[in-house]
């Protein structure tokens, strides 16, 4: 790694530079935001643009163009979402260079204006060129740019970036901020839509490190079951959140789950929150299938017809908010003594974890302050669940403190199988490619479902994905399963044929010794440690000369 921006320049004919290199002008360890500076052969390209101060960008323009560079700061922008540390930057980008062309989803080219809700904006101030999905663009001259859906947020993307040399295609993958979970209101990224990639370096988030989070749906029903407290305790709820993304999410689940479904409750959505779930509406087409099911049926977001109401916040009502217990939504930034008056209900601030919001520790109100979980990005287990699935030969984590960061850099199953970056802001990576690279082995797929449970029927859900796996036609040979617990998890095996054949012989091993009859077998498998099929799986007529025989009920009824 070096510390040197002049050397990131166009290599002259005949140099032997790295054809990939990476330099962070910020990496987001803080509240700093994200600008990444990549180069791909003679390609210069920008990844998100979160700086506040884009002045940095300008030096060594000088220097770049008397060897012949644009002098430009880069040759193109990619923006992965509308999010301010990954694109608060790219007004005053744009002004100091207006010739420079940034590119984005076509969901996120329209988001990007809430960045500027402060600033005086002309009447068409799209200078955002959209980019489609899934769909490979040469973007420039043996460059090739190709955007997936993320998750996270409506039209983040990870960017896929091809650069084809006569020897050899380069791929780069920047996944910007990813969540494979499904949230209310995104789908999460698909991993199968990756697979096979080839790539050579991933640019990835690492903003939980090494943390795991519970279930999606269980962080979402902790979370609705503590409002759902509070507003029973006669106490109201305070949601400070940023504009776009958990705002509208919280809202939608508030809107839907079945602690607040016909609740004579009314929620107040203020500020920029409020302006984001606007403009969610004119991307419902966008929006996922359930989503737009929603809406077809009940307005989205505004709506006081149905309980709970949803109601835009205005002065005029600050005064209704001290008559019965309610829940607001309202900015990161908001000063919450504008809600907390003295002659109001008791108050419960609730703080998402992980997102540095500050808030007042004095109110005219009562007020309790706690934090929750409900996660907008991928935790430790997602974040090297991706990795390994796309075997790149470099990874460099970039977006999260220097401690988690270092605990993702600090696994022993990274660092075995891949080179392993972290830079800080200003440090240039190079990213040699290694011809004879040895790919790491794919590791076994874990399978996110649901578990639901109705009546006197438990019904698991699991994604369609499981059936790609050639095992998985010897699972569901006959459709039926056996269940057993292994200590705290509860572990499936698909019946064979021949096992309900043998069940339904009516053979009975008990005058047999064989593993069938043997204490130790449990799930046609060896618990014995003593003997040499301990923890081999076995079948029923088998032996070993290390056989217990099962106690028969005589001889229990004896003892």
Not at 306 to 317: G, H, Q, S, T
Not at 344 to 359: D, G, M, R, Y
Not at 453 to 480: H, K, S, Y
Request: charged share 20%.
């Amino acid at each position: 790694m070096r510390d040197d921006l002049s050397v990131f320049t166009r290599p002259n004919a005949g140099e032997s530079a790295h054809e990939l290199e990476c330099f962070p002008y910020s990496v987001q360890h803080q509240d700093e935001g994200v600008c990444l500076l990549v180069r791909m052969g003679p390609h210069r390209i920008l990844l998100d643009l979160g700086l506040t101060d884009v002045s940095v960008l300008a030096r060594g323009l000088t220097k770049s163009a008397r060897k012949g560079s644009s002098p430009l700061p880069a040759d193109l922008v990619l923006i992965s979402h509308a999010h301010p540390d990954h694109a608060r930057g790219l007004r005053s980008l744009h002004q100091a260079f207006p010739l420079l062309p940034i590119y984005a989803s076509e969901v996120t080219s329209k988001l990007l204006p809430l960045n500027w809700l402060d600033q005086e904006l002309p009447e068409n101030p799209s200078f955002c060129h959209a980019l489609p999905l899934r769909s490979p663009i040469e973007i420039q001259e043996g460059l090739i740019v190709e955007l997936f859906p993320a998750g996270h947020l409506p039209g983040a993307v990870a960017i896929l970036l091809t650069y084809n040399t006569l020897q050899k295609a380069y791929k780069l993958l920047y996944t910007g901020d990813f969540f494979l979970s499904n949230s209310r209101l995104v789908e999460g990224l698909r991993l199968e839509e990756l697979r096979g990639l080839n790539l050579d370096v991933l640019v990835i988030e690492g903003s939980y490190g090494t943390s795991r989070h519970p279930h999606r749906r269980h962080q979402e029903n902790q979370l609705a079951e503590r409002i759902d407290r509070a507003i029973s305790d006669r106490t109201s709820v305070i949601l400070p959140t940023p504009a776009l993304g958990l705002g509208q999410e919280l809202l939608m689940l508030l809107r839907s789950h079945h602690h607040f479904t016909g609740k004579n409750l009314d929620i107040w959505v203020d500020g920029a929150v409020a302006v984001g779930c606007d403009a969610y509406l004119e991307l419902l087409p966008h929006l996922p299938s359930s989503v737009q099911n929603f809406a077809r049926h009940q307005p989205l977001f505004w709506d006081e017809r149905i309980k709970p109401r949803v109601r835009r916040l205005k002065a005029e009502n600050i005064a209704d908010l001290a008559n019965s217990p309610c829940i607001v939504l309202t900015d990161s930034t908001a000063d919450l003594n504008k809600y907390c008056q003295s002659n109001s209900t008791p108050w419960l601030i609730l703080l998402p974890e992980k997102i540095n919001i500050q808030v007042n520790q004095q109110y005219l109100a009562p007020t309790t302050i706690e934090n929750y979980l409900l996660a907008q990005h991928s935790d430790g287990p997602g974040t090297t669940q991706l990795i390994h699935n796309l075997r790149p030969q470099h990874v460099v984590f970039v977006h999260g403190s220097p401690a988690y960061l270092a605990d993702l850099t600090g696994l022993e199953e990274l660092q075995n199988r891949y080179h392993v970056h972290s830079p800080a802001a200003g440090i240039l990576v190079e990213l040699p490619i290694g011809e004879t690279f040895l790919q790491p082995s794919a590791p076994e797929t874990n399978y996110e479902g649901e578990l639901t449970e109705l009546g006197t029927v438990i019904t698991v859900t699991l994604p369609d994905l499981v059936t790609a796996d050639p095992r998985w036609q010897q699972f569901a040979d006959t459709g039926l399963i056996e269940a057993r617990w292994q200590g705290e998890e509860l572990v499936l095996r698909g019946l064979s044929q021949r096992e309900l054949l043998n069940q339904n012989s009516g053979h009975t091993w008990f005058d047999t010794d064989c593993c069938g009859t043997c204490r130790y077998q449990r799930g046609q498998r060896c618990w014995n440690p003593v003997s040499p099929l301990y923890n081999f799986k076995v079948t029923l007529e088998g032996y070993c000369p290390a056989f217990e025989g099962l106690s028969t009920p005589n001889t229990e009824s004896e003892m």
